[in-house]
């Protein structure tokens, strides 16, 4: 089972900026896509952003321009840089990997925006 680990959620005030980081226990490039998704409370479960082994990464439309995934083959981490944080951006963020074979989730970190 691979282990998906993430750091780095907590409080932020509206317009804020947090950055979240997801380390993985086996080489991220072995991985297809990895990025994050996010779920608040009473809704599913929607992705936020994905960074492919190779193209373009994919955003919701709704943190477009303002979060950014980046991941680090060489040390086995995906990020996500979230900018001008508004509330309706709270919600659990869950790091996701994907391979040839099936999906993988982290534990879920705790984004909350607010004043």
């Known amino acids: 089972q691979v282990q998906l680990v993430e750091s780095g959620g907590g409080l932020v005030q509206p317009g804020g900026s947090l950055r979240l980081s997801c380390s993985a226990a086996?080489?991220?490039?072995?991985?297809?896509?990895v990025g994050w998704y996010r779920q608040a409370p009473g809704q599913q479960r929607a992705m936020v952003a994905i960074r492919p082994n190779w193209g373009s990464s994919h955003y919701n439309d709704s943190v477009m321009g303002r979060f950014t995934v980046s991941r680090d083959n060489a040390k086995n981490t995906v990020d996500l840089q979230m900018n001008n944080l508004k509330p309706e951006d709270t919600a659990v963020y869950y790091c996701y990997g994907r391979d040839s074979v099936q999906e993988y989730w982290g534990q879920g970190t705790q984004v909350t925006v607010s004043s």
């Open positions: 086996r080489t991220m490039f072995s991985f297809n896509a």
